[in-house]
């Protein structure tokens, strides 16, 4: 049909083309992409796509346990074999935005930004509204090829989620518990490791702590009415002490040259999307904005570094104002269209070694097979929802109480 319809097109004059657009044909091809709208809509590719992920997730996860004969050996080796099993993993969120989603980013930088990222052992701080706020960082780390080198600070209980925390842990992610005094000794610990890697690192954190919702943005408030301090607009108050403690760890290694700043911003939609939006097939656009910093203008005393996290996210603030007033980040416009070729391959090698087999059960054992599939679609829906619930967790602790704020 789209090929009749352009062979058709390119012959008719301008007047003619309006009056094509509106015939039967073309109303044709658009409900019939409409229905496969609808197929998107199935929970059926929801399931098949978290089963992918589990599965993929899993298995990775015991390869780079296998593979850690190799630490003592080579970091370095080991580094570079994890890290491919992890963008072969982490990149399937990218495939299903881009590919299956339609999900559009465009981002909001200043030349420096394209000219060094990726390309430098970085910080990096992001603002937190929602649940596609990692995702489309994932999508950012893709288009400047350090997606499998970012570095994560997860909550402990991310490690018990089936092949998702795993692969965190084995890609050297720190894990934080409630413990200052346990998180200081294990990302000082780290940091020190991540300075030796070959590859460029990219520390990510979100210092918000938690998602926006308007009753912690309450409590931001609250905090910051009660210290005197100037109020937030569109954002929760940080957590500067943990921010203060990593900042300080990282800029005293010589291989961190940069701090990137960033935020998100979703300007075509009601309401937040979600990771559901995403394995249904739902189109979005997200802004992304971001600025890079020298090591050298970051501060070196904890004390400094609260009063730079605070300034931080004042100027997230005001950028997002900017936005809210003009429809756009206050920086030059790009594309953030990835490249899939790479990834198009390792997500084709993921679903023909975890679907064959499924395959194989349906066609040589019949009715055992079918309700061993449906057994397995009803485990790893259980398994999706549970980490989707866990995304919109509405727990946050307190902003710290630190000496300047």
Known sequence: AWGRGYRKLVTLEPVEVTKFL????IRGVVMHW?????????PIFAVLFTYIFVASGIISSLLCLFLLVLWPISKNAYRKIT?????????QFVW????????KVVMFAKDEVLQHCGREHAMWTLSHRGDLDWIVGYIFGCRFNFLHNI?????????????????????ECVFLSRSYAKDEKNILKQCTLYKESSMPIQVCIFPEGTRFTMAKYAKGVEFARERGLKEFKHHLFPRTKGFALLAQSLKNRAE??????AGFAYPKCKRLPTAFDILLGRPVEV???ARRIPMEE??????DLTDFCVKLFQHKDEAYEYYLQHGAFPAPRHPCSPSMGKLRLMVLGWWVLLLSPVVWLFYYMGLQSVILILMGSLLVSVLMVAMVRYSHAEVGSAPEKSKTT
């Open 298 to 303: 970051v501060p070196s005393s904890k004390d």
């Open 34 to 42: 409409g229905r496969l709208n609808k197929l998107k809509r199935l």
């Open 83 to 91: 890290s491919q099993l992890a963008y072969s993993v982490f990149g």
């Open 287 to 289: 802004y992304f904005y």
């Open 151 to 171: 570095k994560t600070l997860p909550k402990n209980s991310v490690f018990y989620v089936p092949g998702f925390g795993q692969l965190l842990w084995a890609t």
């Open 22 to 25: 509106r015939s039967s044909q």
């Open 256 to 261: 961190f040259k940069a701090l990137y700043d």
């Open 96 to 103: 299903v935005s881009v590919d299956w989603a339609d999900i």
